[in-house]
């Protein structure tokens, strides 16, 4: 319920106050697991990720969001669950499966932080690990202009206009027993479909 209130009130802000342009929703299949993969630069990120999206979406986020037991309610309400950024946290990774496995859509952020300079940083491998394990497709996300509408240390956005484009569902299907190298041609393949959006 409060996920339905939360995303009613983000839309009308985000196509009011701001202006935000939705390409490509088509290409994220109506059912069955899906990975978003979607690069990160304004905390805006997930709000307008969480529109754009139909379907429900469950996001990983930072650990440290969870310690205020006010956002900490909120944050569990809307799907969100916390990540441990320095650590292979292995009870995120099952919960990821998990949701997958039930065929829901997971969000990840490939560079696990916003990055300090607008190039993209060096992808984390957790997604290719993921469509691995739960043979689902990722669909490679690109958001742009949300870093002006609310810079660093910002509290609140400014009116302006944001996009978001999602490409075409990449799918990955290795049987040559080379994990660790599969793993990095995937998140490799990602962060390039992603710089073509």
Do not use: C
């Amino acid at each position: 319920m409060l996920y339905r209130i939360a995303k009613s009130i983000a839309y009308l802000f985000l196509h009011s106050y701001i202006r935000l342009d939705i390409v490509g929703h088509g290409n994220i299949p109506g059912s069955g697991g899906v990975l978003l993969a979607p690069n990160h630069i304004s905390y805006l990120d997930p709000i307008i990720l969480g529109v754009a999206v139909k379907r429900k979406v469950y996001s990983m986020a930072k650990e440290e969001l969870f310690k205020s037991g006010i956002s900490r309610f909120f944050l569990i309400r809307l799907n969100a669950f916390p990540v441990k950024r320095r650590s292979i946290d292995r009870d995120v990774l099952k919960r990821s499966l998990q949701i997958l496995g039930k065929g829901n859509v997971l969000n990840i952020f490939l560079e696990g932080t916003i990055p300090l300079h607008d190039k993209m940083k060096e992808g984390k491998p957790g997604v290719a690990w993921l469509a691995l394990k739960r043979n689902v497709p990722v669909i490679p996300v690109r958001i742009t202009g949300s870093d002006e509408l609310l810079p660093d240390g910002a509290v609140f956005p400014k009116m302006g206009r944001a996009r978001i484009v999602f490409g075409h569902p990449i799918y990955f299907d290795f049987n040559n027993g080379k994990h660790k190298e599969n793993i990095k041609i995937m998140t490799e393949k990602i962060i390039e479909e992603i710089g073509k959006l």
